[in-house]
């Protein structure tokens, strides 16, 4: 059933909030007023809460099956991080109060720094990036400033970029004034070597290299240390996205393979919920080489236990690149993530991430004679098929949208670019077997149809709250809020 | 499972891994599992260590506010289905969240009264750094000017981003209130003007003439605000001729949380659309011909446009900006111009309690819920002192500008929650101080 | 789609719940140990927490719409309840821990029964019963104890108790010991006062009269003062049964209306949640003549602000009935309903009860042409109307579960008795105008049907997670429990 | 509205009440309407007067236990769905509360080794008083015998409503380990025995002599347990031959909450199903032979039977069965047993602990996660000072026995919350004390 839009289920004159009379004095306000109000109508406790209820059970959530988004690593989302994000001395406290009074807040930052430095195997980490792609730009700045602090800062601006990267990627190396080179992947879905090693050769304006792993197609970067002292050796830095760290945690740190700057994101491997759209975090550590340049602010523990905020770029933060957002990041998704790290511990981590990849390996297995892997050998902890197995006129957006009317989120779809019709499943550690038996079943039988044409999957879904939608008509003549019915013509007369 | 992938142990898995970098057993220097019992125990003991702004007499502002948020707020924000489920990329089963950025968007155009707003950024001070790369964008233009009203935050996270792309950043000097600088700073080469109102120090300002003078050389005015609750009574972005609105959506919805996460709202003219930055939520309809909602115009965002996008931002503020939402929602545009001047009055009635005592000057001429003031003391040791008395007294404004000679100025704020308890509590502490 | 147990989703050797190892020590049992396991089947957390979110949206609430269940008082249930609910200063302490270290608690429990005793206008107030026919046990019991006291506890067993009463009330009767009487309605659904009067003429053995008021007609007993004058003056006690309490808070006071017991649904009035069959809470006011008799335990405020729990039988309880439960009472219910009450306030619970007795008129207004109203004039906080509009073979429950395709829970259906084929309408206070129009405009729309003879009403519903459920079979061979399948079978191999 | 009516004002709808007892204006003596902040700050002032079980070390049980609750219970019983629900009658349009209760009673049967179990009492006492009713209308009898082990709350509920209904109750002594003195008491006229175990000394027994001796009087056990942690390793009264199983189920899934809301436990064996009180959930087939739920068996209940039915009870515990059946099913059977493990080493290391204090006697032969001790002093002179140290030391049993002559004998209790600092604060404490 359909749900109305707020504004066509409340009034102006309604508010559903208790809140005492104020007595309409504007005495200090200096005339700067509004003059005309928001016409925002307003919907009763009741009213506001069936709207949000019934528009709730229109989303699918982990909460409900599986997600087998592949690069996102939806995993369970435990409800005691919710629990504890949620004590009043971390979500009721300023981010401006004297530091006397938040020496637990600081604690829990520099703890869970602690933690990530030592996962990773690199000696700093910037705790501000509020997300992916921020960490990414917040490791490109280190990058930038370490290159200036070399009097370099103008030469090199070259960035390498596989054909395979996260869009953030190029995006965010742009936003740091770099230029980006497309390197493609070789025929195993990994860095081709050759052609890397050509462009290193040729100049001497390599900024650095912006690499996956374990990459895009689900694979680890098997020549990671070789392209690590290629590009050292360039006189460049290696930017590695952190996006599917959760295959390698307590397996492989990054600083063993010669790693500069890495964003985690909070939210994906840590087990902070994803929320819609975010909140995210995305902390980034950084190597030896770029460690002075972090972002301000940042915790420090003084020799008397106390712990003190680094704020101004002054002293330990001389050489700091800036300042990228106010205050002090998320602190809500680092409680969260805590909560998860020690809810697993090291040994516990491990395990994760080895399910992670046993889980894909399983998935990978059980469809390969129905669907087409995208590459030989075993994945990490996402399988990777293309399109070649379906028949003409069925599309990868076909077999998804056929999941769904299975109970299922379907898989990341058409990406990576590099892989036709690509189709990126990432189960996660959370599934059981049982579940991922399930899963594959109703894929298997989706594939098969797919396989024979089966015309039906193009009308897919068919079971959801609402059919496929027209996207095209949404971005052709953009609707991008609410408009009162009418109100046009009603002023026209 | 092992068996039907044909692999004797997940170390087969795990064979790219250079020999070297393979680790042998768990991390070291890290301890393992731990009940939840633990767990909780020791994150209660950290969480113990922190004064929570409830706890007493709290006046700290200055770019995030103690507000209340209703029981049902938080209880919207928990259902699974909105907490735990991703970006909305398969409209057919997430049109309870793209249906809520739509309603978000809208509050967010009505409440700055401006044309269009975004599905939400990471906060205020990227989002301002957002509009400035933007204004370049539209513009053409390289020069970025920031009021000395501007929270010295936004202005530092945006002179960041614009000089890493080449831009300048003209940073005019530190003022409580500089009404005009801002137009006579303005030239050929501007790309935009950044004006905060209520700024930095509390003082509410019409940007009008700002935005007069950018717009008579080319140029946009950004106009931000970082207490979204001031939208309820004080000018708002377009009524002021803004061409793009920014500010933080904290104060609605959402907690203290230690400065995050919070969400940054973004709105604009309706020509400038298709140069901004984030997601957007688009009307549109399904095969049934049902009204839906679509994240749309994606051509401008990174996973499509790659090193051509308007931003890098992919994961935003969409928890958050429910948050915002659920919150206004229950508020209507009656409820935020009531709790608008629930804010101002407790300011007043501050303002008034401590101007009454010897030694304070008031320094902020307008404001909205927050004020400068001067004390005859280094305003440090001050709040010390407060803080022994249990009063949470504001922040000094030598922690924002610590080159800023204001040594003795204390940046204070007062919103629903100040009860006149508070305020009294404030300024008898105050009195026995100085 | 099917969700299926526990038993058949879990396994045995899997635990959801993170506990430290234990050492496997049972030392001090002296040997009386459990022989066979238990057999239960655990489930991973996010195994678990599909489970009962799947499971939570097969259901219907308030929360996502009307909850029209006349006599249950179905309203909003703020969230501001819960989360004060659990404040650990509240839910975390434990009931026989030292009273020094539950001031608060005793004053929490002080305070909300001197609003339930000013609102009701009566001098005392039993805070332990668990429920609304707990409530009623609690009133009884008063009676009989005032009676023994009397030294009439052996003949005095008679308790008149109208034929439109709740089930609860006669089931309490006989559990406290005494014998039922019915007493009829009158055609215009009160009290049939001549029969009152007859019934308390020919004996002395009246122990009291059970009476709800707001009756379960929908109708405020017009003769109330006389029905308490007589009882009193045939030397029994009134209970009034206050399920219906709803309609007339603020309004009138029992205590004024000569009532001696009357129970207190916290879970209806005062809006704690249902929670799909409890926990409620029945507080029960006692005037000046059982005030004495109030089961222990009860908090006294002493001279010097302290508050003290009366647990033993002797000194301030020496006369009490007994005690009803271990420990206090339903806690957790009390600060749900404080809230309430304060958050209401005098006003505002006052405007509550208009806004629902407005609510039930406007639809008995609403309706009364297409459907049939079992009396004239107005009702009070529900409207209830007879089957005498439909066409023959169309029952009220085809109408119920007709609402149930609208997007509605059905009304009460079948209740009181004295209505044929009754259906009892409370759409409580919470309700918007334009929410009670789509009900009406569904219910109408229903009825009209009805009156047809649409023979499709009998298959409904249609849309529901499951079509009309067999009550029959589950009642002829009931199955209580999951058993492993063929388990016997197996068992006999 | 009052227009579609025709009525003028609401007062109209009040003129059936007598005209003296109307009241004018709002009613006298209480406050008006207060914000959500207001309430707020009122209530947490009074939570704040109050000092939680977690605070620190905390040995209070006798009844009521504090054990980790997981964060993911509370989540399900905050679900909109099964939070503001009814009681399901029409069960098409509540599966969801259906199929838990289903899965509740398996389970309180499948833990107390009994055949059937209802969908909740209102808690353990009160369970135990509807035993004793339903045993004297099984058999026909009228005496009621009782332990001395017996939780005196509860033998105080047994007692009031049994006396009520004019039957006779035999209360044994007060005693600390009373194997065999229920067989000895039962005779021709009993209806049935009520033994407890572990017992509200913490004793475990194991009864199968009091049910032989019960049988070959055709009396019935009734099996009463307090601590429902225990049936993961003590001897469920199915094992024992109790015909009817009746206990507190608050340590599973419940907070403490002073005493309530909690949730009683019934079960009983296969032929005595239909004398149950309390609702019954069970399985059946929708139109389109769907498998679903249903409440059933409802002839046995008030809203049926009216006066003859087997009791009043109609709102039960539902929400607290549900937070029960939630927790169960993350334990499993492997979980209970290794939470119950915890709790009796637990114990076992508080008493090895106090036993070393010299003036200690643990009076408790047998035991799982509580005991009670002899101190030299008076045990309430005792709780004050350990309370004074900052650990709430448990229970004096003369609060449970006034006339019992055990003013020196503290009941206290260990679970998995308790840790060996906690162990080692109390031991350190009383050594202090004593």
């Known amino acids: ?493 | 499972m092992l068996d039907v992938i044909g692999a004797k142990s997940v170390d087969e898995f795990y064979a790219d891994v250079p020999e070297a970098a393979r680790l042998k057993g768990t991390i070291e220097g890290l301890p393992n599992y731990q009940g939840e019992l633990a767990v909780e125990r020791h994150l209660s003991k950290l969480a113990a260590k922190n004064r929570s702004a409830s706890s007493g007499p709290f006046f700290v502002g200055a770019g995030a506010y103690q507000h209340h948020v209703p029981a049902t707020v938080d209880m919207i924000i928990q259902r699974s289905e909105f907490l735990t489920t991703y970006t909305p990329y398969q409209p057919e089963i997430a049109q309870g969240t793209l249906q809520t950025l739509f309603e978000f968007q809208t509050q967010v155009a009505a409440m700055t009264a401006m044309d269009v707003a975004n599905a939400s950024m990471y906060d205020g001070s990227t989002a301002c750094a957002e509009a400035a790369i933007m204004a370049t964008r539209v513009t053409r233009r390289k020069k970025v000017i920031l009021s000395g009203g501007l929270h010295p935050h936004y202005a530092a996270a945006t002179k960041m981003v614009c000089e890493a792309q080449g831009f300048e950043v003209v940073q005019l000097p530190a003022a409580i209130d500089d009404e005009n600088a801002l137009a006579d700073a303005v030239d050929d080469a501007t790309a935009c003007v950044i004006g905060q109102s209520p700024n930095v120090f509390g003082t509410v300002t019409d940007l009008s003439k700002s935005a007069e003078a950018a717009h008579d050389k080319g140029a946009l005015l950004v106009s931000v605000f970082t207490e979204a609750v001031s939208l309820g009574l004080v000018t708002p972005p377009g009524e002021m001729g803004a061409d793009i609105a920014v500010g933080e959506g904290q104060s609605i919805g959402n907690g203290l949380n230690f400065g995050g996460p919070y969400v940054g709202l973004f709105a604009c003219t309706q020509k400038l659309v298709r140069q901004m930055p984030g997601r957007l939520c688009g009307e549109t309809e399904d095969a049934d011909g049902k009204r839906g909602f679509v994240l749309t115009l994606s051509t401008r965002e990174q996973h499509i446009r790659r090193d051509k996008a308007t931003s890098n931002i992919c994961t935003n503020s969409g928890l958050c900006a429910l948050a915002f939402t659920a919150h206004m929602t229950l508020l209507g545009g009656k409820g935020l111009e009531q709790m608008a001047l629930l804010n101002h009055e407790a300011a007043c009635d501050l303002a008034d309690a401590l101007d009454a005592i010897d030694g304070v000057e008031i320094l902020t001429p307008r404001f909205f819920n927050e004020f400068a003031f001067r004390t005859p003391m280094d305003a440090e040791a001050v709040l010390a002192m407060l803080d022994e008395a249990g009063v949470v007294g504001g922040v000094r404004a030598s922690r924002l500008f610590p080159d800023g000679h204001m040594g003795d100025v204390i940046l204070c704020a007062a919103t629903e929650c100040t009860t006149p308890e508070d305020i009294a509590a404030y300024a008898a502490a105050l009195k026995e101080i100085i």
Chains 1, 3 share one sequence.
């Open chain 1, 1 to 493: 059933q359909a749900e109305g839009l707020i504004f066509e289920v409340g009034t102006p004159d309604t508010t559903g909030v208790d809140l005492p009379k104020p007595k309409n004095r504007t005495g200090r306000l200096g005339g700067v007023a509004r003059k005309k109000g928001t016409g925002l109508p307003g919907l009763s406790e009741p009213q506001a809460v069936r709207h949000y209820m019934r528009l709730s059970q229109k989303n699918y959530a982990i909460d409900l099956g599986l997600f087998p988004l592949g690069s996102c690593t939806m995993k369970h989302n435990p409800r005691l991080n919710e629990k504890l994000a949620r004590l009043p001395g971390f979500a009721d406290i300023h981010p401006l109060q004297p530091q006397a009074t938040v020496q637990g807040a600081l604690e829990l930052i520099d703890e869970l720094a602690a933690w990530l430095k030592t996962l990773t195997g690199m000696p700093a980490v910037a705790m501000s990036p509020k997300a992916g792609a921020h960490g990414e730009f917040c490791g490109m700045m280190a990058i930038r400033q370490a290159l200036i602090a070399r009097g370099e800062g103008e030469t090199r601006k070259r960035v390498l970029v596989p054909a395979s990267a996260h869009g953030t990627n190029p995006a965010t190396a742009v936003q740091c004034g770099f230029v980006v080179d497309e390197i493609k992947a070789n025929e195993i879905g990994r860095v081709n070597m050759e052609q890397l090693r050509e462009k290193l050769q040729t100049s001497d304006d390599i900024a650095g290299i912006m690499l996956t792993n374990p990459n895009t197609c689900g694979l680890f970067e098997s020549d990671i240390r070789e392209i690590a002292d290629l590009i050292h050796e360039a006189g460049g830095y290696f930017y590695c996205d952190g996006a599917n760290f959760n295959a390698i945690v307590g397996r492989v740190r990054p600083g063993d393979l010669g790693v500069d700057a890495m964003h985690i994101n909070l939210h994906k491997t840590f087990s902070t919920p994803h929320g819609g759209g975010g909140p995210g975090s995305g902390p980034t550590v950084l190597s030896e080489a770029l460690a002075p340049y972090a972002p301000v602010p940042f915790v420090v523990k003084d020799e008397d236990g106390v712990f003190r905020l680094v704020e101004d770029m002054e002293g330990d933060a001389s050489e700091s690149f800036g300042r990228m957002v106010a205050f002090h990041g998320q602190m809500g998704m680092f409680v969260r993530a805590l909560t998860y790290i020690l809810s697993h511990g090291a040994d516990g981590l491990k395990q994760a991430s080895e399910d992670a990849v046993l889980n894909a390996n399983y998935i990978q297995s059980r469809l390969k004679s129905v669907m087409t892997p995208a590459f030989d050998g075993y994945c990490m902890h996402e399988a990777l098929f293309s399109d070649a197995f379906t028949a003409e006129g069925i599309e990868t957006i076909d077999i998804a949208k056929s999941l769904i009317d299975e109970g299922y989120h379907p898989m990341t779809m058409y990406f990576p670019l590099v892989v036709h019709g690509a189709m990126l499943i990432e189960p996660t550690e959370s599934e059981s077997k049982a579940e991922l038996d399930r899963f594959c079943d109703s894929l298997e039988s989706i594939a098969r149809r797919a396989a024979q044409g089966d015309e039906t999957l193009k009308g897919a879904p068919y079971l959801a709250p609402m059919r496929r939608l027209d996207e095209t008509k949404a971005a052709r003549k953009p609707v991008l809020k609410w408009v009162e019915p009418n109100a046009d013509s009603v002023a026209a007369e």
